[in-house]
């Protein structure tokens, strides 16, 4: 589950900080887990913890607390549409559910060829090219109508071999 090399990166972040203050890497140790793994599961909550000597659920409210951290295992792609009020204004709402219908799942969900999970999201801080949508927590997209969501859907599963 969690390998040495996966150890080995943890400490180059706990390293970052002062000895007596190892915990501050409790977000880069779940984001090295989610970069490996694709989520982070309970198991490797525990490893973290006793990793930075803190509780387990001190870890667990740091991964439930941030929507960056996938707590059950997402598709290939994660697609985040914003749906706070400036992307509301500007269609963001509209954005979720053209991406509903194109890939035949609801918000929350994984298409059936695991390639695609869609979620919401708060404020991207991208409000002036709403609506915005982030993809796979890295690449952030805007001013996505419907023909730049199709391109987008498309390609990326032409990019897969699933067209």
């Not at 970069?35 to 001190?58: D, K, R």
């Not at 697609?79 to 963001?92: D, E, I, K, S, Y």
Request: net charge negative; aromatic share 6%.
């Amino acid at each position: 589950m969690i390998t040495e090399a996966t150890k080995q990166r943890f400490a180059r972040e706990v390293a970052k900080y002062p000895a007596d203050q190892k915990q501050s890497a409790v977000m880069a140790c779940l984001s090295i887990v989610q970069q490996e793994q694709g989520w982070v599961s309970a198991e490797s909550e525990a490893v973290i913890a006793e990793y930075l000597g803190m509780p387990q659920i001190a870890v667990h409210e740091v991964t439930t607390f941030y929507n960056m951290y996938n707590q059950q295992p997402v598709g290939k792609y994660k697609l985040a549409v914003c749906t706070n009020l400036p992307c509301q204004l500007r269609r963001g709402q509209d954005a979720l559910h053209h991406l509903e219908k194109k890939l035949g799942i609801s918000m929350g969900e994984t298409t059936a060829d695991g390639l695609f999970t869609l979620q919401q999201c708060e404020c991207l801080g991208a409000c002036a090219d709403a609506p915005v949508m982030l993809v796979n927590d890295r690449n952030m997209c805007s001013f996505m109508d419907d023909d730049k969501l199709d391109q987008m859907v498309d390609g990326l599963r032409a990019a897969e071999g699933k067209q």
